[in-house]
Nanobody, 126 residues
Protein backbone atom coordinates (compact mmCIF):
# COMPACT_ATOMS: atom_id res chain seq x y z
CA UNK A 1 0.00 0.00 0.00
CA UNK A 2 1.37 3.36 -1.03
CA UNK A 3 1.49 6.05 1.63
CA UNK A 4 1.96 9.73 0.94
CA UNK A 5 2.84 12.18 3.69
CA UNK A 6 2.88 15.92 3.06
CA UNK A 7 4.86 18.43 5.08
CA UNK A 8 5.96 22.04 4.93
CA UNK A 9 2.65 23.81 5.28
CA UNK A 10 2.14 26.73 7.62
CA UNK A 11 1.31 30.39 7.99
CA UNK A 12 3.02 32.87 5.69
CA UNK A 13 2.49 36.50 4.75
CA UNK A 14 1.33 37.45 1.30
CA UNK A 15 4.30 37.66 -1.03
CA UNK A 16 6.20 35.05 0.92
CA UNK A 17 7.27 31.53 0.03
CA UNK A 18 6.78 27.99 1.24
CA UNK A 19 8.10 24.66 0.08
CA UNK A 20 5.88 21.65 0.43
CA UNK A 21 7.22 18.11 0.35
CA UNK A 22 5.44 14.81 -0.13
CA UNK A 23 7.27 11.66 0.89
CA UNK A 24 6.11 8.37 -0.59
CA UNK A 25 6.55 4.87 0.74
CA UNK A 26 5.31 1.40 -0.06
CA UNK A 27 5.30 1.60 -3.83
CA UNK A 28 7.37 2.30 -6.92
CA UNK A 29 7.47 6.07 -6.61
CA UNK A 30 9.86 6.51 -9.51
CA UNK A 31 7.24 5.18 -11.92
CA UNK A 32 4.30 7.30 -10.71
CA UNK A 33 3.05 10.54 -12.10
CA UNK A 34 2.59 12.89 -9.16
CA UNK A 35 0.20 15.75 -8.64
CA UNK A 36 -0.48 18.52 -6.17
CA UNK A 37 -4.09 19.52 -5.56
CA UNK A 38 -5.59 22.04 -3.18
CA UNK A 39 -8.89 22.75 -1.50
CA UNK A 40 -9.61 26.30 -0.51
CA UNK A 41 -12.24 27.06 2.16
CA UNK A 42 -15.71 26.56 0.72
CA UNK A 43 -14.43 25.36 -2.62
CA UNK A 44 -13.90 22.09 -4.43
CA UNK A 45 -10.50 20.48 -4.54
CA UNK A 46 -8.62 21.57 -7.65
CA UNK A 47 -5.50 20.67 -9.57
CA UNK A 48 -2.44 22.82 -8.91
CA UNK A 49 0.51 21.06 -10.56
CA UNK A 50 1.58 17.70 -11.92
CA UNK A 51 4.81 16.01 -13.01
CA UNK A 52 5.49 12.81 -14.90
CA UNK A 53 7.72 10.10 -13.49
CA UNK A 54 10.72 11.27 -15.50
CA UNK A 55 9.99 14.97 -14.90
CA UNK A 56 9.69 15.37 -18.63
CA UNK A 57 6.19 16.84 -18.65
CA UNK A 58 4.94 19.34 -16.10
CA UNK A 59 1.54 21.01 -15.97
CA UNK A 60 0.36 23.91 -13.84
CA UNK A 61 -3.01 25.43 -13.19
CA UNK A 62 -3.23 28.92 -14.65
CA UNK A 63 -3.72 30.31 -11.16
CA UNK A 64 -0.27 29.18 -10.01
CA UNK A 65 1.74 29.29 -13.22
CA UNK A 66 4.86 31.40 -12.88
CA UNK A 67 4.72 31.31 -9.07
CA UNK A 68 4.76 27.60 -8.17
CA UNK A 69 7.33 25.00 -9.21
CA UNK A 70 6.82 21.27 -8.94
CA UNK A 71 9.83 18.96 -8.86
CA UNK A 72 10.70 15.48 -7.72
CA UNK A 73 13.64 13.49 -6.43
CA UNK A 74 13.10 9.84 -7.27
CA UNK A 75 16.11 8.82 -5.18
CA UNK A 76 14.35 10.28 -2.13
CA UNK A 77 10.83 9.21 -3.13
CA UNK A 78 9.74 12.80 -2.69
CA UNK A 79 7.87 15.38 -4.72
CA UNK A 80 8.06 19.08 -3.94
CA UNK A 81 6.00 22.17 -4.52
CA UNK A 82 7.90 25.43 -4.27
CA UNK A 83 5.41 28.24 -3.79
CA UNK A 84 6.56 31.82 -4.29
CA UNK A 85 4.75 35.16 -4.35
CA UNK A 86 1.96 33.65 -2.32
CA UNK A 87 -1.44 35.31 -2.42
CA UNK A 88 -4.36 35.27 -0.01
CA UNK A 89 -6.24 33.07 -2.47
CA UNK A 90 -3.56 30.40 -2.20
CA UNK A 91 -4.85 29.59 1.29
CA UNK A 92 -5.93 25.96 1.13
CA UNK A 93 -5.21 22.43 2.23
CA UNK A 94 -2.65 21.04 -0.19
CA UNK A 95 -2.69 17.37 -1.12
CA UNK A 96 -0.23 15.29 -3.07
CA UNK A 97 -1.46 12.38 -5.14
CA UNK A 98 0.07 9.52 -7.11
CA UNK A 99 -1.08 8.11 -10.43
CA UNK A 100 0.22 4.57 -10.90
CA UNK A 101 -0.85 4.27 -14.52
CA UNK A 102 1.56 4.65 -17.40
CA UNK A 103 -0.04 7.92 -18.45
CA UNK A 104 2.47 10.03 -20.34
CA UNK A 105 1.18 13.32 -19.01
CA UNK A 106 0.07 14.53 -15.55
CA UNK A 107 -3.71 14.40 -15.42
CA UNK A 108 -5.68 17.34 -14.04
CA UNK A 109 -8.48 14.98 -12.98
CA UNK A 110 -8.62 13.83 -9.36
CA UNK A 111 -10.29 10.60 -10.41
CA UNK A 112 -7.17 9.49 -12.24
CA UNK A 113 -5.01 9.49 -9.14
CA UNK A 114 -4.85 6.33 -7.07
CA UNK A 115 -3.24 7.43 -3.82
CA UNK A 116 -3.62 10.56 -1.72
CA UNK A 117 -1.91 12.13 1.22
CA UNK A 118 -3.72 13.54 4.22
CA UNK A 119 -3.03 17.14 3.26
CA UNK A 120 -1.11 20.05 4.74
CA UNK A 121 -2.60 23.45 5.55
CA UNK A 122 -1.21 26.56 3.90
CA UNK A 123 -2.52 29.87 5.22
CA UNK A 124 -1.53 33.14 3.58
CA UNK A 125 -2.16 36.26 5.65
CA UNK A 126 -2.23 39.91 4.67
Amino acid sequence: QVQLVESGGGLVQAGGSLRLACAASGGTFSRYTMGWFRRAPGKEREFAAGITWHSGIIYYADSVKGRFTISRDNAKNTVYLQMNSLKLEDTAVYYCAADRSSRFYPSRLQSEYDYWGQGTQVTVSS
